[in-house]
């Protein structure tokens, strides 16, 4: 039987670049047949340092630190259910968007995008559901 | 399994309509998963932009079609979260909401953000399958 609720370690990055951050927040949380991962911003997974650019190269580095987090714990960006972005600008939705259909291929996973305040100068924040 | 609620009427496909890469829902572990509701014409796609009030009444709609092609309803929400534009018009959602969700309203959360076209209201919901 699988667990109820696992927290899952990446190995990918850093040993581990959210409480590097002060922050009491784990990146991936099995629960039942699904795993959460956190809001990501845009850091370099191995060094877990802020990358700031663009809101095009941001969420490009965030779905590859993505893709890496889901496939370490066995599942894929093929597995994602639902994706949730937060833009610091509605104005940048089509910039996020076209890079974001590279990485999601047909057919790609419900979404919802609104822009709001986010912290600290990040640009781009993105959250999603998958299946384990 | 993850499987694709395809648009239940042509103008919900925001897709096809507006570039927007995501499919309308996903169906997998027991859960719908909808892409966030918008209050687009659900036969022409055309945007409906009105009151707050209007535009939740599309959304409803729309959102009621939705749940309804994939075999749940507006009674099996279990996730609502509410963008509204600016806070102030909390209890005007709150007005309008209550007539769709009249008996065991599911958890929900609102808050104020930027939502895309200068809509007013967006609804992003999971419901049972």
Known sequence: MSPRREIIVPAVHAPDTASSFGQAVSTVVRGGDFLFVRGLTAIDPQSGE?????TASETRQILTHLKQLLEAAGSSLEKVVKVNVWLH???????????????FSDPPPARTVCGARLPDGVKVIIECTALA | ?????????????????????????????????????LPVDPQTGERRHGTLTSEAQVIFGNLKLLLESAGSSLDRLVQVHALIYD??????????YRQYVANGPPARTVWAAQIEAGFKVELDVIAAA
Not at chain 1, 50 to 54: F, H, N
Not at chain 2, 6 to 33: E, N
Request: charged share 20%.
């Open chain 2, 87 to 96: 806070s102030i018009e909390y209890d005007v959602l709150n007005r309008v």
């Open chain 2, 1 to 37: 399994m993850r499987d694709v609620i395809a648009a239940p009427a042509t103008g919900l496909d925001l897709r096809q309509h507006y570039g927007h890469h995501q499919s309308p829902a996903i169906r997998a572990g027991g859960l719908i998963f909808c892409s966030g509701m």
């Open chain 1, 89 to 103: 600008s509605m104005l940048e939705a089509p910039n996020m968007n076209e890079v974001y259909a590279r990485f």
């Open chain 1, 50 to 54: 802020r990358v700031r650019g663009t």
